[in-house]
């Protein structure tokens, strides 16, 4: 609600999410055959709380991504050995980038559940974003996430992009 005050777009989008969480929540509960309040409360151990955030994850994705249009380019690429999608408008400028590096603290998020960011700054800004598909934790520990991030920004140097033309995001 407080969101909603400072940008009502921003917070319609934020309650939609926070619904779709709250589902999704409560069906992987009832699948694991616990509480929805030991989820809340923390009382399950740590891989089965990140298994829940991963599957809310999913599902919000599956929200979000029925929603990209269909003017939208994602074309999977192989940055430097780091699975990558670019993801953009027509006419954006070859030339300019940014660089997507999803959130979700290197545990949680894939290309195809962190596609709506770069696909809204692609839309808003005309820019081609590359989303970076970094290896997650705790099965890939740091500094793999990092690793990939830096080999992927690498590569991207030698698509003939200026490092002046690039935004890390």
Same mark, same amino acid.
């Given at each position: 609600l407080e969101v909603a005050k400072v940008h009502p777009k921003l917070g319609?989008? $934020?309650?939609? /999410?926070?619904?779709i969480s709250e589902k999704a929540a409560q069906k992987f509960a009832d699948n694991q055959g616990i509480s929805r309040k030991d989820l809340t409360i923390?009382?399950?151990?740590?891989?089965?709380?990140? +298994?829940?955030? #991963?599957y809310?994850? !999913?599902?919000? @994705?599956?929200? %979000?991504?029925?929603?990209i249009q269909n003017e939208i380019t994602i074309e999977r690429v192989? @940055?430097?050995?780091? /699975? !990558? /999608?670019?993801?953009?408008?027509?006419? %954006?400028?070859?030339? +300019?980038?940014?660089f997507h590096l999803f959130g979700g603290g290197y545990v949680i998020g894939n290309l195809e %559940? #962190? #596609?709506?960011?770069?696909?809204?700054?692609s839309k808003e800004t005309n820019l081609r974003c590359l989303n970076i598909g970094y290896r997650l934790a705790p099965e890939f520990p740091y500094p793999n996430a990092l690793e990939d991030s830096i080999?992927?920004?690498?590569?991207? $140097?030698?698509?003939?992009?200026?490092?002046?033309?690039?935004?890390?995001?």
């Open positions: 319609k989008i $934020l309650e939609i /999410e926070a619904n923390k009382a399950v151990h740590g891989p089965l709380l990140l +298994k829940m955030h #991963r809310i994850n !999913s599902i919000i @994705a599956l929200d %979000t991504n029925n929603k192989d @940055a430097g050995g780091v /699975e !990558s /999608e670019w993801v953009y408008v027509p006419n %954006t400028d070859p030339k +300019k980038v940014l %559940t #962190r #596609r709506w960011i770069p696909y809204l700054f080999n992927a920004y690498k590569w991207l $140097l030698t698509q003939d992009i200026a490092p002046k033309n690039i935004i890390i995001c």
